[in-house]
């Protein structure tokens, strides 16, 4: 069985607005970047995690990365860092660093008058996924898939990459169509398809009272549509998260809300064929109304999720999500535990252990900030229990695996 110990926490200083903040994490050096808009300028914070889940000062000085609003980041395997955030003006900028403050990439304009983004890591679109424990192939650069949302109406999806050097570059795009609310995320691991190693992504949006979904094949050489769908459907909040049961076999979780009514959100799993063909294999209505979803495994359909409960407390939980073909529920929950913060928006990032073994803890991070402004780390750990028993009916005890 599993459980989640809350280990420690660190309140930051200054205020942030909502979707002006984020988090990532470099999990071979326990590494918490947080990048964050304050007073209009946006800051790349960094601290050292220590295996207690204390954040220490270890990880460097802080940044200044630029002007602007709205901030994402996604941390890479080699330690590479990307910074996007909308500008005074509206543009969306791009700026990447080198294991923390040090060594600074020239700051880039990807597009003009955009109303929103999301983002997502993908590491490399080659033989091997970013991040594999045991992988000793080197690559002299890093990709990632977002999103752009035009304030003039309509949305893309970019590939974009980063040098070892920190440049950032950015292209393929493709037109992904009218609608907002969009949200994004890829499978674990690359293809095999015809000699190239391209990788799976899924898109969801909202347009003219309609939910829509959309399978993608994304890589340096391309993005290419490959099959699409759409429902009649009130779309408050959507999200998505992939996953890769083995290389080729891709699903993706995808949450709307309201639900069947708006006390519950509806949960569907959606698998991929080759070429791309959708076909939803199970179903659920779920209490919870997940913020955001985060990796455990490289393999698997295990995902981190951080949401809200009823009376606004901050929760973290470890999901298992049915594989295609299996008797099981869509969605079983391995371990939860709740908090005392009360937010108002949620980001979220693990560290999975580089061994792979289901066995080793995962550190979750979570950056949370509540009405009044103030933003929170706090770290949790996810780990096995064995529970050991007599042959008669007494029990002996728990003993926690660490």
């Known amino acids: 069985m599993y459980a989640i110990d809350k280990q420690k926490t660190l309140d930051l200083v200054g205020g942030s607005a909502e979707y002006e903040f984020d988090v990532g994490v470099h999990a071979a050096t326990r590494t918490v970047h947080v ?36 901030t994402r980041i996604v941390v890479f395997d080699n330690h590479r860092i990307v910074v996007l955030w909308l500008d005074a003006s509206s543009a969306l900028r791009a700026r990447a660093y080198n294991s923390g403050g040090a060594l600074p990439g020239a700051a880039i304009t990807v597009e003009t008058t955009i109303a929103n983004f999301d983002v997502v890591s993908v590491g490399v679109t080659t033989g091997v996924q970013q991040a594999d424990p045991g992988d000793a192939v080197y690559y ?17 999806l970019w590939m974009g990459a980063v040098t070892d050097s920190a440049e950032v570059v950015v292209g393929p795009v493709a037109l992904g169509g009218p609608g907002d609310k969009v949200a994004l995320s890829c499978a674990s691991a690359n293809e095999v398809v015809n000699g190239a190693h391209p990788r799976k992504a899924f898109t969801l949006c909202r347009d003219a009272g309609q939910i829509k979904t959309r399978s993608w094949r994304v890589a340096s050489a391309g993005v290419t549509s490959l099959a699409s769908a759409a429902e009649t459907k009130p779309l408050g909040i959507g999200m998505v998260h992939g996953m890769s049961i083995a290389q080729g076999n891709d699903v993706f979780a995808t949450v709307v809300w309201p639900g069947a009514s ?35 495994q490289w393999y698997g359909c295990d995902a981190a999720v951080a949401y809200t409960t009823p009376v606004g407390h901050l929760a973290v939980a470890a999901w298992r999500f049915a594989a295609p073909g299996s008797a099981s529920a869509a969605r079983s929950v391995l371990a939860h535990k709740e908090g005392t913060e009360q937010p108002t928006q949620v980001r979220l990032a693990t560290l999975i252990p580089s061994s792979g073994s289901d066995d080793d803890p995962v550190s979750l991070v979570t950056l949370s900030r509540v009405a009044a402004g103030s933003l929170r780390l706090v770290c949790w750990r996810l780990h096995k229990t064995l529970v050991y028993g007599p042959v008669g009916p007494t ?8």
């Open 35 to 70: 990048a964050r808009a304050t007073s209009g300028t946006i800051k790349l914070e960094t601290w050292g995690l220590a295996n207690d889940g204390t954040f220490t000062g270890a990880g460097g000085a802080d940044a200044t990365v630029g002007h602007g609003t709205r």
């Open 140 to 156: 002299a650069y890093r990709q990632f898939a977002f999103t752009t949302l035009s304030a003039n109406g309509g949305w893309k």
């Open 262 to 296: 708006n006390d519950t959100a509806r949960l569907q799993l959606v698998s991929l064929a080759t070429g791309g063909a959708m076909n939803v294999y199970a179903s659920a209505e779920i209490a919870e109304i997940p913020r955001v979803f985060a990796r455990l």
């Open 395 to 402: 029990p002996v005890g728990n003993v926690t695996k660490t």
